[in-house]
């Protein structure tokens, strides 16, 4: 039985980041062999997974990034219980790893993700790395590739908490309208809107939001006639508050986000649309 002196143990360490208690007991079952006892706390770190599923895990960093064409997208988000645990050094570089690779490659899945391979490791195996660095529940929540024709723009806030990549339809913007594209991410980030125009409400929301406006209405003693209008009112402002061309610009209260876009195609000379978006927020 090999010898496991503290010089052995700190080695572990500094290459794991384990607990020192988890780093002596690898070397011990492993008979002081480094590279078992690396595989040995990996191993631990997965099967410990399983007893921490239960936990809030509502903390975490989003990692974000585009192609340089901005052509792909990608965002990774992998949580935490505590803030203290995603803003640790190898949490971080592990979620800026796993979004590299991502992006520089054909997966499109958590699952996918999980099978690239890093040097001569593979994600998965980082994955269980940082698991048994903490014990906490640490989770890939999602794993999103997006691919346009057009163009993608990306914005990210609060501590990589919150993430936006919003597409438009046209490729290649000039410097002025690639600014006017991120703002526009910006306006997602804050504004949280539910649908890009008033045309992707489905009906049923519609008609659900007009019913309790009239029933509120009424309520109050409102004749009929008057609850309608009421209504229609009401659903006006529910389009302005939820669809993401009819909101304020937070920029510049004196525009609504579709005159930014009539300025984008104008920049560009041709008409632009917004294609889609996806807003990310951990904790949401």
Not at 21 to 32: F, P, V
Not at 100 to 119: P, Q, R
Not at 159 to 175: D, Q
Not at 180 to 203: C, E, F, T
Request: with cysteine; hydrophobic share 40%; glycine share 6%.
């Amino acid at each position: 039985m090999a010898q496991i002196t503290p010089k052995m143990v700190k080695e572990l360490r500094d290459k794991t980041g384990a607990g020192m208690g988890d780093c002596k007991k690898a070397l011990t079952e492993t008979d002081g062999d480094m590279t078992a006892a690396i595989d040995y706390l990996r191993k631990k770190g997965a099967a410990s997974a399983s007893k921490r599923a239960d936990r809030d895990a509502n903390e975490g960093a989003i990692g974000t990034m585009t192609s340089d064409d901005h052509k792909t997208g990608v965002l990774v988000a992998v949580t935490s219980e505590t803030d203290f645990v995603s803003r640790n050094e190898g949490f971080q570089s592990f979620v800026k790893e796993a979004t590299t690779t991502f992006l520089n490659s054909d997966a499109d899945s958590i699952e996918t993700l999980l099978a690239l391979k890093v040097g001569n490791d593979n994600v998965q195996d980082l994955f269980n790395e940082l698991l048994a660095k903490f014990s906490e529940r640490i989770e890939i929540k999602l794993a999103d590739k997006i691919r346009t024709d057009g163009y993608l723009s990306a914005y990210v806030h609060a501590g990589n908490k919150l993430s936006v990549m919003v597409e438009i339809s046209a490729p290649e913007p000039n410097e002025t309208a690639a600014s006017l594209v991120r703002d526009i991410a910006m306006q997602i980030a804050a504004m949280n809107p539910l649908y890009i125009s008033r045309d992707d409400v489905d009906k049923e929301v519609v008609d659900k939001e007009v019913e309790i406006y009239k029933e509120m209405a009424v309520k109050e003693g409102k004749p009929a006639d008057i609850a309608e209008r009421i209504a229609t009112g009401k659903l006006e402002k529910f389009f302005q508050d939820n669809c993401l061309l009819e909101q304020s610009f937070v920029k510049d209260s004196s525009k609504v986000v579709k005159d930014v876009v009539a300025e984008i195609s104008k920049e560009m000379g041709q008409d632009v649309s917004i294609k889609s978006f996806r807003r990310i927020y951990l904790g949401e």
